[in-house]
């Protein structure tokens, strides 16, 4: 609990924190006069296609990479692999496939965007994507891009981009199987397989992840359920997921290319409670369909013209049953169906050092939601987005300067037709365009040290909850403004022979941002203020010798609600997230061992926006063990022992939702 000295002393520390990055944006910035020696290290090469590959080397800023070998043979989803990562943050409610929420250098889940390829995977209706449904199975690599959207993407979150990749024609003819165990009941399976023949190649995966997630947890008699005892196990938290996948890709020419990635995914699980009641059986399905086919051309006007068309077809189709009234208030049965329609088409050309982009992102949503035991009609919304970009990307001769200049366009129209509580009907349309715009800038200086800073101005448009609300939970506010967010950052970074080691000064302006508020009932709505971010972020990694290495990293941030509307708020940290997070670890490689040590420290978040309720350190030491055998042949066995938890240390990062104490999981798998 927050008592009165330690309100007293917030207006010092918030103070003295925003004069550090002062300083340090300051520092950096005095930098830029530095030697002007070509570093050993230069920056990447043009992606094979300009208009549909992604390099993170073009970045004008941090950019998180996580490669297959980091994410394959775990039982784990995106949420888990990314928890590690340099400003990023991920909050869980408990378990294997609970409900995950991302946030990057302070943001809400709604600001951050999440892009599978091209495909924008953030619900039209909450805003957010539950990284903890996200399958790792057919997943190439990772990107967070927490300053800046690339330039082939016309949307930009204000809070970040995740990108996923999905695997491509790069991986080799095989065929894999998995097997996985750990605590709680937890089980996994899988089986790749992939091959080529000419000019046409595929893969398929097929993925099962079950949990029971019955972790044991001291009981308080005063939030949790008072006829438990001491100690009592986590009820009605089971998850099962069974995803398959698949790509069929025809490499036309040297020039064109042309795929299509088909997703299958169904969750089952249960909706557990705050009181872990024994009779309650909610339960929350969810079935996903995606389909992308994308083409590539990049041999027009003699290989400076290059394009990226995507067309994107989903579907999301979820079932809440919540017949016993044990969760929330009163009893539902809720189906929502949510259709997704769009066409993506980016152009680059390349003129030297030049780089033109320009894209166009036209998706419709159709939403459809009706609960069985409510005689009401069902809600209907529907929203057409269209998002439009040009960018230009210039890099010097001598490759010391980089530079990137963005501005996106964002078109959006909605119409909606909701029930009421007399029962009658109201349809509501509205239409409303927003500008964008970001700007970067590199230098490399002396011996492989690079300077980087950004400006960026993004616009996140309501969702459709929070505009027209959602049955019994939320209600809608149509006046509502979209957030508009003003940000900078400026990084220093050095790539040596020993590692890497890097410092972000960071500082966004949120005017206006976007909030819930909730009534006595416990029903929210949404509403504007206006409030401020800014923290320093550090990554590292020191090679002591070619067998052992350090890493960790350190988010310190503050947040502060500048909005005079509600005194109760005014002044307050932000709710729903840690202001000081810290990661050391250690690896060891003895081949054909390798061992990974990491201590997580995260602290100082709120629950609400009152700060009245103070969440408790979450503290976590991690072990992981990998044993990998080449056989004859080139097939490949590797072994994978995760302790999680080692310390057993019990956090919450939503309140009165307990996380998984101590854990290990073991996964095997081979290549043939």
Do not use: C
Not at 177 to 193: E, K, P, V
Request: aromatic fraction near 8%; avoid cysteine.
């Amino acid at each position: 609990m927050l008592v009165a000295d330690s309100e007293k002393t917030q207006p010092v520390a918030r103070s003295s924190m925003k004069k550090i990055v002062t300083l340090v944006l300051t520092l950096l910035a005095s930098l830029a006069a530095a030697d002007e020696t070509l570093p050993f290290i230069v920056v990447e090469s043009t992606p094979i296609n300009a208009a549909g590959d992604l390099d993170p080397g073009q970045s004008t800023g941090p950019v998180r990479v996580l490669d297959r070998s980091d994410i394959e043979n775990r039982t784990a989803t995106v949420a888990d692999v990314l928890s590690d990562q340099a400003g990023i943050q991920i909050r869980q409610s408990g378990g294997l496939g609970s409900a995950s929420s991302v946030s990057i250098r302070g943001s809400t889940s709604r600001q951050v965007q999440v892009v599978l390829d091209g495909m924008l995977l953030n619900d039209p209706v909450t805003g957010g994507v539950d990284l903890g449904k996200l399958s790792l199975t057919d997943v190439s690599r990772i990107q967070v891009y927490p300053s800046g959207a690339p330039a082939q993407l016309p949307q930009a979150g204000i809070g970040g981009v995740v990108i996923l990749e999905s695997l491509g024609k790069d991986i080799e003819n095989t065929t894999s199987l998995n097997l996985g165990a750990g605590s709680f009941d937890t089980y996994r399976t899988g089986f790749f397989n992939s091959g080529s023949q000419d000019d046409v190649y595929y893969w398929l995966s097929m993925d099962r992840q079950t949990s029971n997630n019955d972790f044991r947890y001291p009981n308080d008699s005063n939030w949790f359920n008072p006829n438990d005892g001491s100690q009592t196990r986590r009820r009605n938290a089971g998850y099962q997921q069974d995803a398959i996948s698949t790509k069929l890709g025809w490499e036309i020419n040297r020039t064109a290319r042309l795929d299509a990635l088909v997703q299958y995914a169904r969750y089952e699980q249960g909706v557990p409670t705050i009181q872990n009641w024994r009779d309650n059986n909610a339960t929350l399905d969810n079935e996903t369909f995606r389909l992308q086919l994308h083409g590539q051309e990049q041999g027009w006007l003699a290989g400076r013209l290059h394009s990226s068309h995507r067309l994107i077809i989903g579907d999301i189709t979820e079932h809440y049953d919540n017949r016993s009234g044990r969760v929330g208030l009163g009893v539902s049965a809720v189906k929502t169906d949510t259709r997704q329609l769009g066409l993506v088409n980016t152009l680059a050309l390349l003129l030297g050092p030049h780089t033109l982009t320009t894209g166009v992102d036209a998706t419709g949503y159709d939403y459809r939601q009706d609960d069985s035991l409510d005689s009401k009609p069902e809600d209907e919304r529907e929203r057409i987005q269209i998002t439009s970009s040009l960018s230009h990307a210039w890099q010097s001769n001598d490759n010391l300067w980089r530079s990137q200049a963005a501005l996106r366009l964002v078109h959006v129209r909605d119409d909606s037709r909701e029930t009421l509580g007399d029962g009658t009907s109201k349809a509501t349309s509205a239409r409303e365009h927003h500008l964008g715009w970001q700007l970067g800038l590199t230098r490399l200086l002396g011996d492989n040290w690079t300077l980087s800073g950004n400006i960026a101005n993004n616009v996140r448009v309501p969702t459709l909850q929070e505009l027209y609300g959602q049955q019994g939970l939320f209600v809608g506010n149509p006046g509502l403004a979209p957030e508009e967010s003003l940000n900078y950052d400026l990084s220093l970074r050095t790539d040596q022979g020993w590692g890497h080691g890097e410092v972000t000064a960071y500082f966004r302006k949120l005017e206006p941002a976007v909030v819930a508020t909730y009534d006595a009932r416990g029903v929210g709505r949404y509403r504007n203020l206006e409030a401020e971010i800014y923290g320093l972020e550090f990554d590292g990694n020191y090679s002591i010798t070619g067998h052992w290495s350090l890493y960790g990293n350190a988010t310190l941030q503050d947040s502060r609600n500048t909005d005079r509307s509600a005194q109760t708020r005014f002044d307050k940290q932000l709710p729903g997230i840690y202001h000081q997070s810290y990661l050391a670890g250690t690896r060891w490689r003895f081949r054909p061992f390798e061992l990974d040590l990491a201590y997580q420290f995260d602290d100082e978040l709120y629950y609400d926006s009152a700060n009245i309720l103070a969440a408790d350190a979450r503290n976590t030491l991690n072990a992981t063990l990998t044993w990998q055998k080449v056989w004859p042949g080139r097939s490949l066995t590797e072994a994978r022992l995760e302790i999680r938890n080692i310390t057993d240390k019990v956090y919450q990062d939503f309140n009165r939702f307990p996380g998984p104490g101590r854990g290990w999981f073991i996964n095997l798998k081979h290549a043939f």
